[in-house]
């Protein structure tokens, strides 16, 4: 801001590189929230619909189950969504993203200037939802779970059935778990950095289709390989780049778990004084 001023908030162009730097993050900051509104659209109402299903209609014996499986959901890391979103999902929605620029082009967020659909918005804010969509569940399912039993056995001893329980007991008491658990995906959604990178081209610009190539999120600025104003597909070369740095982090933390060759010798000298004790 010190060097560009008002110019860093409201221009596109993103150019480090040149004799005069030129920074601007407004395209960013427009596809950072194309793409986490496209990300909520679709986990909340699906986390709802699982949060549903776990505390009022799954079985008993298949609760806890379940349960476990969105909780450990919760805990892959963002690494292995990106790559498997960029390797195995993208080439299943690119026909569908075909079929919707073809069959509904006057939609104006659906309209493309040229056939290009991979790397798109789309992709990545499915991808993201599918990161927000076991946290968001397990807000909903915690804060419906504590609907009071006594309401819920009044409304179905008053003729209800368990559709109208639901519609009118659990849902406006979860009301707030909804609202949290949106929020909490909001913040992920926005803050979603390596999973974006690997799928997204990045451009610096705003247009209004989300199933056309090119995206750029805030927090994923960092990860562009050239920044420039084309779209550019992420070859294999740049993926294992963008593997091999976000892996960093966790082989020096396994290095620092590795006991040093000094501990190791004094763990040794202290086995071999303690072994005639032991005898």
Not at 19 to 35: D, E, K, N
Not at 155 to 167: H, K, S
Not at 172 to 184: A, E, K, T, V, Y
Not at 197 to 218: C, D, K, M, W, Y
Request: with cysteine.
């Amino acid at each position: 801001i010190k060097s560009q001023g008002l110019r860093f908030l409201i221009a596109d162009a993103w150019s480090p590189q040149q004799a005069q730097p030129a920074f601007g993050i407004r395209a960013v900051l427009y596809w950072t929230v194309i793409i986490a509104f496209i990300a909520l659209a679709i986990a909340i109402p699906v986390s709802i619909a699982c949060a549903l299903y776990l505390t009022e209609l799954a079985p008993r014996n298949l609760q806890r189950p379940l349960r476990s499986l969105v909780d450990l959901l919760a805990a892959i890391p963002s690494l292995i969504y990106g790559m498997w979103g960029l390797l195995y999902l993208q080439p299943h929605i690119i026909p569908f993203a075909t079929w919707l620029s073809e069959k509904m082009d006057f939609v104006p967020f659906l309209r493309v200037s040229r056939p290009s659909f991979s790397s798109s918005a789309l992709i990545a804010g499915i991808v993201v939802s599918l990161m927000v969509i076991p946290i968001c569940t397990s807000v909903i399912r915690e804060v419906f779970s504590q609907t009071p039993q006594g309401e819920k056995e009044a409304a179905l001893a008053m003729g209800a059935t368990r559709w109208e329980m639901i519609r009118t007991v659990v849902l406006p008491f979860g009301r707030g778990g909804i609202i949290g658990g949106s929020m909490l995906g909001l913040g992920r959604a926005l803050g979603e950095t390596i999973a974006v990178a690997l799928i997204i081209s990045p451009i610096f610009e705003i247009r209004g289709s989300i199933v056309q190539t090119g995206a750029r999120n805030e927090i994923a600025l960092s990860c562009s390989v050239k920044p420039t104003g084309k779209p550019q597909a992420f070859s294999r070369r740049k993926t294992l780049q963008v593997v091999a740095v976000a892996s960093r982090p966790l082989s020096g933390m396994m290095s620092c778990l590795a006991p040093s060759p000094a501990v190791m010798s004094s763990l040794a000298t202290t086995e071999t004084r303690s072994e005639p004790l032991m005898r």
